[in-house]
């Protein structure tokens, strides 16, 4: 972790990963001594609908949530805008997501946040089984700077 305080948000449909993506997070977290914390926010609860991970690492113990978002994972783009007051994006977040899921949104553009793809589903394919959120996991531990043991 660069810093002492990382704001990482995962969002996308419902089904998608996000929330196994934010509780991977939780655990990795733990298993490397940072404190963590996850809020969850979700639409119906059905296959489809909107899911938003927000996750909080910290080399301290973590008294409330971050102001803004450092990372947004964008599993898709679908009901985006529903989370928008929940993350925060300032010049200084980094959005990553699939171009395969379409533009990024004007919302997002407009936050002056840097916009990263990384083609997910397509990596996902290249291995046995694979997932597109376990690739979105992989690229958020690494740019948090979670060990690979």
């Known amino acids: 972790m660069a810093e002492d305080r990382l704001s990482i948000t995962v969002t996308g449909s419902g ?9 991977m997070l939780l655990g990795a977290a733990a298993l490397t001594g940072w404190y963590a914390r996850m809020v969850r926010s979700s639409g119906p609860q059905i296959r489809g609908g909107e899911v938003a991970s927000m996750v ?3 080399a301290q113990p973590i008294q409330s949530e971050s102001a803004h978002c450092d990372l ?4 898709d783009w679908k009901n985006i805008d529903r989370f928008s007051d929940e993350m925060l994006l300032t ?3 980094m959005v990553v997501s699939d171009p395969a ?6 919302s997002i ?3 002056s946040a840097r ?10 394919t290249t291995v046995s089984g694979g997932r597109t959120n376990m ?8 740019l948090a700077g979670i060990p690979h043991q």
């Open 15 to 23: 089904g998608a990963g996000v929330v196994t993506v934010g509780n």
């Open 56 to 58: 909080c690492l910290s």
């Open 72 to 75: 947004l994972l964008a599993l």
């Open 91 to 93: 010049r200084h977040s």
């Open 101 to 106: 899921q379409g533009q990024v949104p004007d």
């Open 109 to 111: 553009r407009r936050s």
């Open 115 to 124: 916009c990263v793809e990384v083609p997910f589903k397509k990596l996902a």
């Open 135 to 142: 690739v979105a996991l992989g690229v958020a531990a690494q």
